[in-house]
């Protein structure tokens, strides 16, 4: 059915949006330079934030009922929702507020960034000192 179809794409459009808008650092990592000035959130409110985003999402996929989907279609709402669930599961474990990792914390992002956020504008340059500047609270959170 189109309208199941359509439903789809929108769908998935929207969770890859959300997704890079919840996850800047990522974004920035893949090219997406449009969450340039921002860090991610792991206060408890910007987890919550992130859960109930993963969650609507979620409902709006297993929602698509998968007979109404072509072999391909249904493939991207299996997938969709396996993906859904996992980032779930990892927030259910709040390992965000225990995990301890030397080699690749926090504290070893802003050694990274550098190579990804590249500064050829003023505006680029205005972005990353953005989130130069929202490290303090960045390292808060981690702690």
Same mark, same amino acid.
């Given at each position: ?7 789809? @794409?929108? =769908? ?11 996850? %800047?650092?990522?974004?920035?990592? =893949? /090219?997406? $330079? #449009?969450?340039?000035? $921002? ?9 919550? #934030? ?15 009922? %998968?007979?109404? *989907?072509? /072999? @391909?279609?249904?493939?991207? #709402? ?7 669930? /996992?980032? *779930?599961?990892? *927030?259910?474990? $709040? +390992? ?12 070893? =992002?802003?050694?990274?960034? %550098? ?10 340059? @205005?972005? =990353?000192?953005? $989130?130069?500047?929202? +490290? /303090? %609270? ?6």
């Amino acid at each position: 059915m189109p309208d199941a179809a359509a439903a789809l @794409r929108t =769908l998935a459009d929207a969770f890859w949006e959300d997704f890079l808008a919840d996850h %800047p650092i990522w974004a920035t990592f =893949l /090219g997406d $330079r #449009r969450f340039d000035d $921002r860090l991610d959130d792991h206060s408890p409110q910007g987890v919550a #934030r992130s859960e109930a985003m993963y969650r609507g999402h979620l409902e709006a996929a297993r929602a698509i009922d %998968p007979a109404s *989907l072509d /072999g @391909r279609e249904r493939v991207t #709402r299996g997938m969709l929702v396996d993906v859904l669930e /996992g980032q *779930l599961a990892v *927030l259910g474990t $709040r +390992i965000h507020e225990w995990d301890v990792d030397a080699m690749g914390g926090a504290q070893t =992002l802003f050694l990274d960034l %550098p190579e990804y956020q590249l500064v050829a504008t003023p505006d680029d340059g @205005r972005k =990353l000192l953005a $989130r130069w500047r929202a +490290i /303090g %609270p960045f390292f808060d959170q981690a702690i």
